[in-house]
């Protein structure tokens, strides 16, 4: 009989033009390497249900609470049908950003009050159901920390831009400024990347944070 694995789950975070995404299946292919099971997902999105919200948070003018109740409506089914059910599996869950995005965008960037983004976080998250008891969060959260200034250029040479990708510098510094509050409220569920080099360098100081946690040899 083969050993019960116990789940993993990392998440993906930074500002947009950061560069993270590159990296999610660099290693989601080397966990199955060591025979791991791996679900690559994201958020918003996930599920039919919350990639439906996706497009209309991407999309869409809203106020800043809307975007924070749709983001966490979207998170609580994607956790609901994928992420808890893989982790009970034993399976590794890659997810491209999870609630620290709304830390950093919704908080950070549009100004919304994180008091309420805690709330709605211990509710959402909560495991068993449970707003008392312990809240679901990654194991590991790799944050991509580029200069705002930086990742604009990289995102100007990209694709057509969605309604957070168009937002000009400064909302883009609010951003990263929440991510290293996040960051400092929580460091030992942190590694801090610096996403100012070549993808191979990025690579691999993804490689070497994943080993110092022990989750990959
Ligand atoms: P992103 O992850 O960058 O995907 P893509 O590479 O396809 O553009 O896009 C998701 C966007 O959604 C990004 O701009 C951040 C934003 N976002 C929030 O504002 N709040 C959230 O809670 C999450 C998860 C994402």
Same mark, same amino acid.
């Given at each position: 009989m083969t050993r019960r694995m116990t789940g993993l789950f990392i998440s993906f975070e930074g500002i947009d033009g950061a560069g993270k995404?590159?990296?999610?299946?660099?290693?989601?292919q080397a966990f199955r390497a060591q025979g791991? !099971? $791996? =679900?690559? @997902?994201? %958020?918003?999105g996930g599920t039919p249900l919350a990639e439906?919200?996706? /497009?209309?948070?991407?999309?869409?003018?809203?106020?800043?609470?809307?975007?924070?109740?749709?983001?966490?409506?979207?998170?609580?089914?994607?956790?609901?049908?994928?992420?808890?059910?893989?982790?009970?599996r034993g399976e590794v869950v890659l997810s491209d950003r999870f609630t620290d995005a709304t830390f950093a965008y919704q908080g950070g960037g549009?100004?919304?009050?994180? !008091? $309420? =983004?805690? @709330?709605? %976080?211990?509710?959402?998250?909560?495991?068993?159901?449970?707003?008392? /008891?312990a809240i679901r969060q990654p194991d590991l959260t790799l944050w991509f920390d580029l200069a705002p200034a930086l990742a604009a250029e990289r995102l100007a040479d990209a694709r057509v831009p969605d309604?957070?990708?168009?937002?000009?510098?400064?909302?883009?510094?609010?951003?990263?400024?929440?991510?290293?509050?996040?960051m400092a409220e929580q460091p030992e569920r942190f590694a801090r990347i610096d996403a100012d080099n070549s993808r191979e360098v990025v690579g691999q100081a993804v490689m070497r944070a994943l080993q110092q946690k022990g989750y990959l040899t």
């Amino acid at each position: 009989m083969t050993r019960r694995m116990t789940g993993l789950f990392i998440s993906f975070e930074g500002i947009d033009g950061a560069g993270k995404s590159t990296h999610i299946e660099t290693l989601a292919q080397a966990f199955r390497a060591q025979g791991r !099971a $791996v =679900l690559l @997902t994201r %958020e918003p999105g996930g599920t039919p249900l919350a990639e439906v919200l996706r /497009t209309l948070v991407l999309n869409e003018a809203m106020d800043a609470m809307t975007e924070a109740l749709l983001v966490f409506a979207a998170r609580r089914d994607h956790l609901k049908q994928k992420i808890e059910p893989a982790l009970s599996r034993g399976e590794v869950v890659l997810s491209d950003r999870f609630t620290d995005a709304t830390f950093a965008y919704q908080g950070g960037g549009r100004g919304f009050d994180s !008091a $309420v =983004l805690s @709330t709605l %976080e211990r509710w959402v998250q909560a495991i068993d159901n449970d707003a008392k /008891t312990a809240i679901r969060q990654p194991d590991l959260t790799l944050w991509f920390d580029l200069a705002p200034a930086l990742a604009a250029e990289r995102l100007a040479d990209a694709r057509v831009p969605d309604k957070f990708e168009s937002q000009p510098v400064e909302f883009f510094s609010r951003v990263a400024k929440a991510y290293g509050q996040r960051m400092a409220e929580q460091p030992e569920r942190f590694a801090r990347i610096d996403a100012d080099n070549s993808r191979e360098v990025v690579g691999q100081a993804v490689m070497r944070a994943l080993q110092q946690k022990g989750y990959l040899t």
